[in-house]
């Protein structure tokens, strides 16, 4: 799923308002730095998607047929090689 800059930007400040509210949790940086490094993460991981995405739909268009997008087969395929590809990054 693609998000926008301004999306991920909400969800890291919601992030680190609520690791802020949280008694336990003592800030060693300031909260602009938590909130940059939370977004940070957020975009890598959304990145990593993306790629595992393409990877997928690349393994299904290298099918010697033709497999058309949102049937029962092509869904299959989709979550068999999105899988694969989450194995071999180990997550």
Known sequence: MRLSRDKVNKVAHVVSDALAS??????????????????????????????IDQSARQKIESQKRTILEGSQEWDILYRKYYNEEVKKLGI
């Open 22 to 51: 949280v008694d336990e949790v003592d800030f060693v940086e300031d909260r602009n730095t938590i909130r940059l490094e939370v977004r940070k993460i957020l975009e890598d991981l959304l990145n990593q998607e993306a790629r």
